[in-house]
């Protein structure tokens, strides 16, 4: 942890020299891509020792096959080879280990580089193997036409701003930040003429990085009060299960899942910053004229607490992440995309049982409460009260049901997870299938996402 917190905190610096000395103006996209990766394996190195040759294995195996495998196949054999190493990674984590934490732990940045790698090698294939109509708008627009040089490469995968928190990002858009055309593009986008300027402005990201400083602070003063002062194990206590009602038992559930939390917060916000410290990050202008610079950003915090749906909280919440599910596995499976999807979730976190429990759980929850929302919301909108009143309970179950969903994430074992269920009944398992058995809902089939997809396309190319 030391080790993360000074290797991050070195590399923000390093973020601000290389905005100011190496910028675009002053260096050649060769001597950029350089200058971020030799930092990137150095961080690396640092923090994880002969460990860190794990991620230069992954590395260099995948630019192999990104290389010599044809085309319509190269993202099969890259997820699969990525994949498979990450998998025997984390099996020598749980059995090798036995449930340990290691001080030099390189799963964090291989899981971080696996999603660079499929990324990558799923925009490859959609921008030389597929036809521009059958591919999302996304898709699209995130298309790779030609294999990157090894520099490109391995400034994508290693550069120091993501090698140890990520986040994951597109490939295009790392090449065009490394370029010095990402805030240009993204500025185009807005007729600035209208709005009295006459030429493009240059926005600053230095409030954004003191903006997410100042969370990153706050996260660590809630992680180092909070954390350790309400752990999730005592929730399976035997004196606190013996002695403490239903409803105290959720509330306090609701407590300790709150103080999980500002670790990440602390950790994302500060990747984060880190990136936008060196000029990258920037999603450009919203409706009030104010700079955006959360292109990156893994974490709403705002939507995360406030959140009244499943879908909103995980939509919120590792967003990255979750856009990488989406592209590399949602859009593109043939059938039952959102069970897929959270499969892959879980087999990206590891193997421990408790991410299996809490992924299964996911998939179940998330479907009831899609079914609920589709076949209960718009009674309550004919007027401002029942709307306030419905989503005020909205929130209340959907704060629970996170928190029963990722109880078992945290404890990772079986037992400890069996105990914690058996302690609240299986209150959300049971409920869950009970609405899918009032409330069925169809799984949406490849070839219905595959038609609202060319509408599209098709929309796009009329207008």
């Known amino acids: 942890q030391i080790n993360f917190v000074a290797c991050q905190l070195f590399a923000l610096l390093a973020a601000f020299w290389f905005r100011i000395y190496l910028s675009p103006s002053h260096a050649s996209s060769a001597v950029r891509h350089a200058f971020a990766t030799l930092f990137g394996i150095y961080f690396a190195v640092f923090c994880f020792g002969w460990y860190s040759i794990h991620l230069f294995v992954l590395v260099m195996m995948n630019y192999g096959i990104m290389n010599m495998a044809s085309i319509p196949n190269i993202h099969r054999y890259s997820f699969v080879v990525a994949m498979g190493y990450l998998t025997l990674c984390h099996i020598s984590r749980i059995y090798i280990f036995h449930y340990g934490i290691l001080t030099t732990d390189f799963s964090g940045p291989l899981m971080i580089i696996t999603q660079k790698i499929t990324t990558l090698a799923c925009q490859l294939h959609d921008g030389i193997g597929r036809q521009a109509e059958e591919l999302t708008a996304e898709q699209n627009r995130l298309a790779v036409k030609s294999r990157p040089s090894l520099l490109e490469y391995l400034s994508y995968l290693l550069n120091f701003m993501s090698i140890i928190a990520g986040p994951c990002s597109n490939y ?238 945290v404890m990772l074992a079986v037992e400890p997870t069996i105990k914690f269920y058996k302690s609240v009944y299986f209150h959300m398992h049971i409920l869950s299938i009970l609405v899918l058995l009032l409330l069925p809902i169809r799984p949406q089939t490849h070839s219905v996402r595959r038609a609202q997809n060319q509408a599209t396309v098709n929309s796009i190319k009329s207008k």
């Open 172 to 409: 295009k858009d790392y090449i065009a930040f490394i370029e010095g055309r990402h805030v240009h593009m993204k500025l185009l986008e807005v007729n600035w003429k209208q709005k009295g300027y006459d030429r493009l402005p240059d926005p600053s990201p230095t409030g954004a990085v003191m903006y997410k400083l100042c969370i990153t602070l706050v996260s660590l003063t809630l992680f180092l009060t909070l954390t350790k002062n309400f752990p999730m194990a005592y929730i399976i206590d035997d004196e606190f299960l013996d002695k403490t009602p239903f409803l105290s038992r959720l509330g306090y559930l609701y407590v300790v899942t709150q103080a999980a939390k500002p670790k990440y917060y602390f950790a994302w916000t500060l990747a984060d910053a880190v990136n936008n410290a060196a000029g990258y990050g920037f999603s450009g202008v919203d409706e009030k004229g104010t700079f955006r610079w959360d292109l990156l950003s893994n974490l709403n915090i705002w939507n995360i607490e406030t959140a009244t749906s499943f879908k909103m909280y995980i939509e919120n919440w590792n967003i990255q992440t979750a856009a990488w599910l989406k592209r590399v596995c949602y859009d593109r499976a043939p059938w039952y995309p959102t069970a897929l999807t959270f499969i892959l979730s879980a087999l990206w976190h590891g193997i421990y049982p408790g991410y299996y429990f809490t992924f299964l759980t996911g998939i179940l929850i998330t479907l009831a409460a899609r079914a609920i929302r589709n076949n209960c919301r718009h009674y309550f909108l004919w007027s401002v009260p029942l709307k306030i009143a419905y989503d005020v309970v909205t929130w209340a179950v959907t704060q629970l049901a996170v928190c029963y969903t990722v109880a078992p994430f």
